[in-house]
């Protein structure tokens, strides 16, 4: 595969939507895109980037004896915050 194709295309211009200034540069970067209202995906870039952000955590976490959990995205009334 060409490295051009690779990469997402970038935009000049701010996205209508984005508010937030690390909104519009995620956008513009093209490290995410929007699917929907409210609904991003990652890029490869992105997802490369989310990949080491999780690797250094777990380094970090395993040098002080911490261990991990994978939580799913519904949970039960009784895990909420008080």
């Known amino acids: 595969m060409r490295t051009t194709r690779l990469f997402p295309p970038t935009l000049r211009d701010d996205p209508s939507g984005a508010e937030a200034v690390s909104h519009r540069l995620l956008l513009r970067a093209g490290f995410i895109t ?3 209202s409210g609904v991003y995906a990652l890029q490869y870039m992105g997802l490369r980037v989310l990949e ?3 690797c250094i955590v777990r380094e970090e976490m395993d040098e002080i004896g911490c ?3 994978d939580m799913p995205i519904l949970q039960p009334q009784e895990f ?3």
């Open 34 to 36: 929007q699917v929907s």
């Open 52 to 54: 080491k952000v999780r």
């Open 67 to 69: 261990l991990e959990i």
């Open 80 to 82: 909420q915050a008080r």
